[in-house]
């Protein structure tokens, strides 16, 4: 027969290994844990602290209407991405808040501030909405007021004071630097033409111009070619701002690094316009196949020519100043803005999507499947409670990472749910190369 005292010695040490077994598992084996690393990582991968949750009314969803950017030829909800200033606009405004539309014909953003939601009203559909990307203090909002009429507005946050408002086209945007706004429209005259405006986020609101084209040592305009105000037709000459009315066919780009530059890629011929005080004029211009490669650099392909291979350059978003690439370099890939993280040798989107020498070292993306995994028990619950959630998002929850604030929207059809992502290695990498 075994004594008590050895009895309960034996039980006394089994516990504390298991309590130490516990204590440990979940550390790597380079922290002294039990367990390797992955394991532990993929264990807290099925939780996420809730930050914030908004209940939608029936009939809201984080959805615009009547978007439709001049380089985005079909509209389409742009949920995912790092939520930089260079992507399509999204209805998730960094890790802030929401852009809200209703059926009904009015439309909302309501910001997270203070443990609190803030609400900015408006009587008109929301076509397009962007926090400024530097402090997140002014948030612009283009609404669609009926057929073919919008109206963008630029407001301060968190106070909502409307700091300008003006008639424009159905978007607008920042600036990657945040010190601009750019909005524009379509030309009804000449055919195939862009007219481009950009107000200071800041400083006062400047005269009225139109970039008059008469760079001696640049290509003349097109035929014809409006260069002074009174040219304009009404509503254009009507948009206040330092203008530009620039050549326009499908699948031509605009890139707006700063607030004095502006890039036009229009076919196989590129422009970079510089604003002199109040007006703006061309820089540089050229041939070839330009793409933008954020926030870095300028990428232009320069196709085969006779006796002339293809060939790659580079250069700086504040000039043009081109530099050839090895030919050795694998080929970029065709020019998405989803490609929003561009380092020396790498390039990836938050789809996992990824380019260059150094993609295999980047740590893969795992948060988001995790996260529609975790929520989707809430989403068929609200796809029980309310039928429009199988027309909004018949798949599963819409999910949106903002991981350079390590956070994500959860969106399950009654309601939004800000939630923490998980600090992985991952994220670490996306946060350092976007923030330098």
Known sequence: MIPKRYLFASMFIAAMLMLLAIVQAPRSTREG???????????????????????????WAPRFQGAQDPDQEQPWPYSGGFG??????????????????????????VLWRGLEWR???????????????????????????????????????????????????????????GRAVLLGLTAPQPEGALLLATLPVEADRPGTTLAPWDETERPSPPRNWPTRQEQLWDDGQDL????????WQPGARVWFPFRDKLWIANGNFWTLWHLDGD??????????????????????????????PLSRKVSRPDRAEWEPVPPETPAWPDYDPAWAWWQEDLAATAWDQRWG????????????????????????????????????????PETALRETSETAWIWVGDRVILARLQPTLRLKSVKTALKR
Request: hydrophobic share 40%.
């Open 240 to 247: 206040p701002g330092a203008k530009v009315l620039v050549p």
């Open 84 to 109: 930089t200033p260079w992507e399509p606009a999204s209805a998730y405004l960094s890790d802030q808040g929401l852009a809200l539309n209703s059926q009904g014909g009015k439309s909302e953003v």
């Open 119 to 177: 609400h900015y009203r408006f009587d008109a559909p929301i076509a397009s909405a962007r926090l400024d990307p530097v402090r997140g203090t002014r948030l612009l909002v283009t609404l669609a007021l009926g057929q073919g009429r919008f109206e963008t507005r630029l407001l301060e946050v968190p106070e909502g004071r409307v700091l300008w408002a003006t008639d424009s086209g159905p978007w607008s945007r920042f600036s990657w630097d």
């Open 357 to 396: 020498a150094a993609a295999p070292t980047l740590p893969p993306e795992r948060q988001r499947q995790a996260l529609i995994r975790t929520f989707r028990p809430e989403w068929r619950i609200a796809l029980g409670l309310r039928a429009s959630v199988k027309g909004w998002i018949p798949q599963g």
């Open 279 to 308: 007006t703006w004029r061309r820089e540089a211009t050229g041939t070839g196949q330009l793409t933008a490669q954020p926030p870095l650099r300028m990428a232009l392909t320069i196709p085969e020519r006779k006796g002339e």
């Open 33 to 59: 844990g039990a367990v390797v690393e992955s394991a532990a990582v993929e264990q807290s991968l099925e939780t996420f602290e809730t930050l914030a949750e908004y209940r939608l009314q029936d009939s």
